[in-house]
């Protein structure tokens, strides 16, 4: 099968399924010289890892991570990175019973219709399982980028409760199972969710990401656009259904000079006055926080009876027995941070082998008259 790819310059491959013995991933393209240990990327992968709350799936997987090749004495070599899970904990025979039923919401149907062959047990290759192997190449990403950039994520919204943003607090997230910045907001999670799974349903939640330290002069005007190619590596994670740059779609509701960011100097520096743009103009980053956002619908292993079919054709009801998250999203957070840092990891080194004699802006220039003149001016 192929589509297991992603990026161009810093390049992951992931391969395994959620049944499997285990799952991999190989990070190309990584620099040489880079320290990296098992330890650098255990935390990520800690933050992801299921069964740590009653609002998770109760799997119990410690995905404790192995580098198996692209080091020497602790440091990168340059050559390819390879990283393995085992999978300790599966339970196949929960999905006996949905072997040839196509469960509502997943991608049984259009997996099947494609390939003419799937695998039932937790969805095989389409498993949110693959995401942990994500989360362990942005680890690595991360690194690339250096200390200088801050990639962070949180939870804003579960169904139909959003938080409050006069209370946003980024120590918060740490202190709550749901990356949740209010804590405000914590209590009413706690309440709703567990409805939720009282009643064997699930819910969809939104999630931002923001980045800072940023250089400017990352993506490109037109087929490599920075934000075109974040939106497609957030849509590319399990369960997205809708992405946003910035303001998003309440651009839509804005005037024309509601949503400029209007630019001044500051001691001698451009500065902006809002972030509408969310960190990137034209495709390329400006220099201000990246700003996205990402809607995750509800988990589609329910225990709710949905209408479906057989492979056969014949006209059944689906209720998914097992294990699952009553709200996908809350572990989808750190999944949505490392894309952001792959995404961002790519583009650094694809600036860099288009302009080896210059090092990405880091921010606006200070003196307007850099800025080339325009033609009408």
């Known amino acids: 099968m192929s589509h297991n790819s992603f990026g161009h310059l810093f390049r992951v491959t992931t391969w395994g399924e959620s049944h499997g013995p285990a799952i991999g991933c190989v990070v190309d393209?990584?620099?040489?010289?880079?320290?990296?240990?098992?330890?650098?990327?255990?935390?990520?992968?800690?933050?992801?890892r299921p069964g740590q709350s009653k609002f998770t799936t109760q799997r119990q997987e410690p995905d404790t991570v192995r580098i198996l090749s692209g080091m020497f004495e602790g440091h990168t070599t340059g050559t390819p990175i390879s990283l393995m899970i085992d999978n300790v904990d599966q339970r196949s025979r929960d999905y006996a019973a949905v072997a040839d039923r196509y469960r509502p919401g997943h991608a049984d149907l259009t997996y099947d219709l494609k390939y003419g062959i799937r695998d039932p047990r937790g969805g095989g290759r389409s498993s949110a399982r693959e995401t942990a192997m994500r989360v362990a190449a942005g680890a690595v990403a991360r690194l690339v980028l250096g200390a200088s950039v801050s990639i962070r994520g949180a939870l804003v919204?579960?169904?139909?409760?959003?938080?409050?943003?006069?209370?946003?607090?980024?120590?918060?997230?740490?202190?709550?199972?749901?990356?949740?910045p209010d804590p405000g907001s914590v209590p009413v999670w706690e309440e709703y969710l567990g409805a939720v799974r009282k009643r064997g349903s699930s819910v969809g939640a939104i999630v931002e990401l923001q980045a800072e330290g940023v250089p400017a002069g990352l993506g490109a005007p037109i087929y490599a656009k920075l934000d075109a190619e974040l939106a497609a590596a957030l849509m590319s994670i399990n369960a997205v259904k809708a992405v946003e740059i910035g303001a998003g779609f309440s651009a839509a509701e804005f005037s024309g000079e509601q949503n400029a960011d209007p630019m001044r100097l500051q001691d001698g520096r451009l500065v902006f006055g809002s972030n509408n743009a969310g960190g990137i103009l034209g495709g390329i980053s400006t220099g201000q926080p990246i700003v996205a956002r990402f809607a995750v619908k509800p988990t589609s292993s329910i225990l709710t009876p949905v209408q479906s079919?057989?492979?056969?054709?014949?006209?059944?009801?689906?209720?998914?027995?097992?294990?699952?998250?009553?709200?996908?999203?809350?572990?989808?957070?750190?999944?949505?941070?490392?894309?952001?840092?792959?995404?961002?990891?790519?583009?650094?080194?694809?600036?860099?082998?288009?302009?080896?004699?210059?090092?990405?802006?880091?921010?606006?220039?200070r003196d307007p008259a850099q800025y080339p003149a325009h033609a009408d001016s």
């Open 309 to 365: 079919v057989t492979r056969s054709g014949h006209e059944v009801d689906v209720a998914t027995q097992g294990r699952h998250d009553p709200c996908v999203g809350i572990r989808a957070v750190p999944v949505g941070e490392a894309m952001l840092a792959c995404v961002l990891a790519d583009h650094l080194l694809r600036h860099r082998a288009q302009n080896p004699a210059q090092e990405p802006a880091q921010g606006p220039p």
């Open 157 to 180: 919204q579960i169904g139909p409760h959003a938080v409050d943003r006069t209370r946003w607090d980024w120590q918060e997230v740490a202190r709550n199972p749901f990356f949740c």
């Open 29 to 48: 393209g990584c620099p040489p010289r880079i320290a990296l240990t098992e330890a650098d990327i255990q935390p990520w992968l800690d933050r992801r």
